[in-house]
């Protein structure tokens, strides 16, 4: 069976990372390698058929080449949020990558700036400007070691919230078409433990946490 981005005949051909430039002579092997070295809804994301379950940064592209004949499932991410193209084989040169919703947020609450990484992030600090009963909020407060793939990592939740009436709580903020990678529910779970040790709560604020915030305003 040809497997996608493979040419039938073309067992020369290159398999080039897109977030990294690694280049690998097998498709399963560029396959294996952005699943198991790269971050499946930020750096990538797989096609959402069972059959293919392809990296790709793209599904609408990557459906126009490999599935043309079959629509695109409803409810799966369409495009990775942040993503680095390779170097150009020929001239080395590095290519222009591609980021979305990337900046820094000046914090009045904080005094200082505060980096976001999605326009979901974006909102959430607009929104903790305005409630009152948040006195601070700070971006990846610390890391939390988990085990994913036989390996410990570590993970860095989004926000630490803090209250006027002393309690803290800590934010992820995720589209909800990517709460149920494994990566994440591995995340998740040590972070759950890890919170609960320290008296904080922790909790993933999706686009509907998103709107019941607003809503609070």
Known sequence: MTLPFEKPGDKERQYVCFICGRAFKEPNAYRTHIIENHVEGREYVKCPLARCGYP?????????????????????????IVWKDQRDPKSGKKKRGVRFNDGDFMSQKNGKKIHYRSGYELEVYKILEQMEEVVRYDAEPFGIP??????????????????????????????????????????????NQFCEARGYHFEVKTEIGIKQLRRSL
Not at 59 to 76: A, L, M, N, T, Y
Not at 162 to 171: A, L, M, N, T, Y
């Open 146 to 191: 988990y085990w994913f793939a036989g390996e410990q990592k570590k993970y860095f939740p989004d926000l630490m919230v803090q209250f006027k009436d002393g309690h803290v709580e800590i934010w992820e903020i995720k589209p909800q078409s990517q709460t149920s990678y494994d990566l994440n529910d591995a995340k998740w779970t040590s972070a």
């Open 56 to 80: 790709v940064r793209d599904v609408r592209s990557h459906f126009k080449v490999h599935h043309r004949q079959e629509p695109i499932p409803k409810g799966c991410q369409m495009k990775a």
